[in-house]
T-cell receptor
Framework: GAGVSQSPSNKVTEKGKDVELRCDPI?????LYWYRQSLGQGLEFLIY????????KSGLPSDRFSAERTGGSVSTLTIQRTQQEDSAVYLC????????????FGPGTRLTVL | AQTVTQSQPEMSVQEAETVTLSCTYD???????LFWYKQPPSRQMILVIR??????QNATENRFSVNFQKAAKSFSLKISDSQLGDAAMYFC????????????FGQGTELSVKP
């Protein structure tokens, strides 16, 4: 079956603009995660959704970052007023649930803020 | 808070030889999961192997095996009969058993395979 997909693959934006990154999880997966991979910070957790429960937002670096998951499927990560330090690869992953199941990753979105 | 440390930024192995990547972690929990993920230049993270902390037996997946030392909080990955396709960045990751599903990653080890 289809894996996790993310769009766009690459995004170049100007400082101060808002961006939206999209993630389509594997069908039937109730848990969805966002991570950020940057040269300076490595791979860091941002947020995760599990079914209809309140998301765990503990990894979001600032209030400029937000995410939503509509209908328990597609998720959008929004970064407002982008800064140069937001430049990174944003990875999405999904799993059957947030228990012990393996997380499957998408190919990521490379964000470049000029 | 849990932390994961990979002390080898880069490793190199000759094709068909064996290489071991190191990973240590720090946690006060007794139940957790450990993973090794591979990230080739395509950026797609691929699960290599996983280990449940309550299992004493080391996990194996074909040419990949781990040496899990719970008391020492060590979780190394051994790749046998290395192939050119094994060249990638390898990440060790920790996941709490009952505090949500987020993964905590190490800094990564870049593995090159020489023909």
């Amino acid at each position: 079956g289809a894996g996790v997909s993310q769009s766009p693959s690459n995004k170049v934006t100007e400082k101060g603009k808002d961006v939206e990154l999209r993630c389509d999880p594997i069908s039937g997966h109730t848990a969805l995660y966002w991570y950020r991979q940057s040269l300076g910070q490595g791979l860091e957790f941002l947020i995760y959704f599990q079914g209809n429960s309140a998301p765990d937002k503990s990894g979001l670096p600032s209030d400029r970052f937000s995410a939503e998951r509509t209908g328990g499927s597609v998720s959008t990560l929004t970064i407002q007023r982008t800064q140069q330090e937001d430049s990174a690869v944003y990875l999405c992953a999904s799993s059957l649930d947030s228990g012990g199941y393996t997380q499957y990753f998408g190919p990521g979105t490379r964000l470049t803020v000029l | 808070a849990q932390t994961v440390t990979q002390s080898q930024p880069e490793m190199s192995v000759q094709e068909a030889e064996t290489v071991t990547l190191s990973c240590t972690y720090d946690t006060s929990e007794s139940d957790y999961y450990l993973f090794w993920y591979k990230q080739p230049p395509s950026r797609q993270m691929i699960l290599v192997i996983r280990q449940e902390a309550y299992k004493q037996q080391n996990a194996t997946e074909n040419r990949f095996s781990v040496n899990f030392q719970k008391a020492a909080k060590s979780f190394s990955l051994k790749i046998s009969d290395s192939q050119l396709g094994d060249a990638a960045m390898y990440f060790c990751a920790y996941r709490s058993y009952n505090q949500g599903g987020k993964l905590i990653f190490g800094q990564g080890t870049e593995l090159s395979v020489k023909p």
